[in-house]
């Protein structure tokens, strides 16, 4: 399995301010991926992360809330922006690829908490 | 919806006990996996199944997938205390993307 890691593991932010989310892992992989889970909920898929172009976000996810950074094979950055109540979620990534073949590995999670 | 089902909901159990959580999903897949989570924490993978498998075991988990009637099961064994958790199925239909159930909640009693 990877190690992934994941900062920060929670935060309480105000409404309309925004969080940046880091995922790290400890070797190279082809795929990276964020999760909401929202309180009591499933994962849903936010978006793959692709290295060195946009991410490829699912249906109800926009860039321009939720912008996502992957610089190199091994680390990415999700963004809430213009927080609201509603965002109060688990956020996690996700990876596969590399020497992972097929099997998804999660981070430990962001709890944000948005008042 | 592409989300999976799962059933039960919850189960709640003695310890010693055997733990049956089910899972249905509607389309094709590549394969499935199951994940525990504690207390909203992170995921920790426990087990794929490839679409051409039919059963695998590890430790005191058996995981059986049935593609004709599109389901999924996993049965966790001789259960403990510290076997309370979330417990997800996850299929991947293709693109790497997983769909995942809505999730059986399990409680194990000393």
């Known amino acids: 399995s990877a190690v992934i890691s994941q900062k920060p593991s929670r935060d309480i932010c105000q409404r309309g301010t925004s969080l940046t989310i880091q995922c790290q892992v400890d070797s190279q992989v082809t795929m990276m991926f964020w999760y909401r889970q929202q309180p009591g909920q499933s994962l849903t898929l936010i978006a793959t992360?692709?290295?060195?172009?946009?991410?490829?976000?699912e249906s109800g996810f926009v860039i321009d809330k939720f912008p996502i950074s992957r610089p190199n094979l091994t680390f990415s950055t999700l963004t809430v922006s213009n927080m609201s109540p509603e965002d109060s979620s688990i956020y996690l990534c996700?990876?596969?690829?590399?020497?992972?073949?097929?099997?998804?590995?999660f981070g430990p999670g962001t709890r944000l908490t948005v008042l | 919806s592409q989300q999976g089902e799962e059933d039960p909901q919850a189960l709640s159990i003695q310890e010693g006990e055997n733990a049956t959580m089910n899972c249905s999903y509607k389309?094709?897949?590549?394969?499935l996996q199951w994940y525990r989570q504690n207390s909203g924490r992170g995921l920790v993978h426990l087990i794929l199944?490839?679409?051409?498998?039919r059963e695998k075991h590890s430790g005191r988990l058996r995981v059986t997938l049935d593609t004709s009637k599109k389901s999924s099961s996993l049965l966790i064994t001789a259960s403990r205390a510290a076997d309370t958790a979330s417990y997800f199925c996850a299929f991947s239909g293709g693109y790497n993307k997983l769909i995942f159930g809505a999730g059986t909640r399990l409680a194990v009693h000393p």
């Open positions: 389309t094709s897949i590549n394969n």
């Open positions: 199944i490839r679409s051409n498998e």
């Open positions: 992360a692709n290295q060195g172009s946009e991410a490829t976000y």
């Open positions: 996700s990876v596969e690829g590399g020497r992972l073949t097929d099997t998804q590995y």
